[in-house]
């Protein structure tokens, strides 16, 4: 049975691709962090008691600034393919604390690298790579384009971009970058802006807010969907050798784009509650980011299954339904 190791489990990534590895007969090993509140939603459907007999997901506390631990796991699991996902993911976030975002998006790659060198376990490395290390670059963005990160989440995600390439020529190391674009879901985390609209959509709607404040609404992303791009990335690590690819739909829209469309599938008008507030704006800004995804379809055969109006849907859908049931959850609790 192979054996995967996840950093970044609890994420929206790491949720999909623990559920893809699981069924495709893996034993998986996630890393989480130790919380005050729960923080394992999107992965409790697939735990199981470990007492039980055969399970195939195991859970281990850990923290990507603290290498010993990390050393002490790859040595002790052995794994057959390390899916690097953990990061202080959030762009805006990260020019509040540019610092902590240094420290965990980038030094956490060298940790973890250093981890597997060390240990001498033969494994295969996945780097969680960003389309944001693209920034000014004008678009379309492949393999071929320079990088020009444009904010300190950005400049950590090259950092370990190049690590992965170095532990590769310098150590002969399996490590391969996939450079995925946005890609959203119901399991997006709450402040990214699809989700942000999503979410705030369903309340709106049903009479529980007001406003919903934005930033700018211009930039434009290449919006995928997250099952797709967690499948690309265990492809990756099946290739022959290890490669760095684009994952892309092909396609870009503006911010403005997704909220109408958002909008109109619950017939509410967005000029009537969206505020804009410069908060939201960023330093610096991504203008505009769209994909050429071409290597990945010749050589992984990789595509995306699901067009940005099936993901508006998806996603307002299943804001609609989770409020409801939280409604409805909140109502049962109080007749009790
Ligand atoms: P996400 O939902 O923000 O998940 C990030 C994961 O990293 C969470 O499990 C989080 O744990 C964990 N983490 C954060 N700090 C950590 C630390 N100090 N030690 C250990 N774990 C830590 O991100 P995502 O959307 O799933 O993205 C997965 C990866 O792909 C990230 O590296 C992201 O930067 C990259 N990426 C994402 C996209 C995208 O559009 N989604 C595009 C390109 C690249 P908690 O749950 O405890 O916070
Ligand atoms: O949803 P976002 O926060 O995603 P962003 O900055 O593109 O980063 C995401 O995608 C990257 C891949 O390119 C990942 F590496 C990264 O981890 C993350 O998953 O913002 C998208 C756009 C930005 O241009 C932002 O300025 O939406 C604009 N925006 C407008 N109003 C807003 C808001 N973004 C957020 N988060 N909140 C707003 O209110």
Known sequence: MPRALVTGITGQDGSYLAEQLLDRGYEVHGLIRRSASFNTDRIDHLYRDPH????RLFLHHADLSEAGRLVKLIYELQPDEVYHLGAQSHVRVSFDIPEYTADITGMGTIRLLEAIRESGVQTRYYQASSSEM????????????????????GCAKVMSFWLAVNYRESYGMFCANGVLFNHESPR???TFVTRKITRALARVKAGLQEHLYLGNLDACRDWGYAPDYT??????????????????TG?????????QLASEHLELDPDEFVRIDERYYRPAEVDVLLGDAAKARAKLGWEPTVTFEELVRVMVDADVKLLDDQLSGRAVRLSE
């Open 134 to 153: 693209f920034g000014t670059a004008p678009p379309p963005q492949s393999e071929a384009t320079p990088f020009h990160p444009r904010s300190p989440y």
């Open 52 to 55: 039980e007999e055969g399970v």
């Open 251 to 259: 396609e870009t829209h503006s911010v403005r784009e997704f909220l």
């Open 188 to 190: 997006r985390g709450e």
């Open 231 to 248: 499948d690309a990335m265990w492809r990756i690590l099946q290739a022959d050798e290890p490669e760095d690819f684009v994952i892309a």
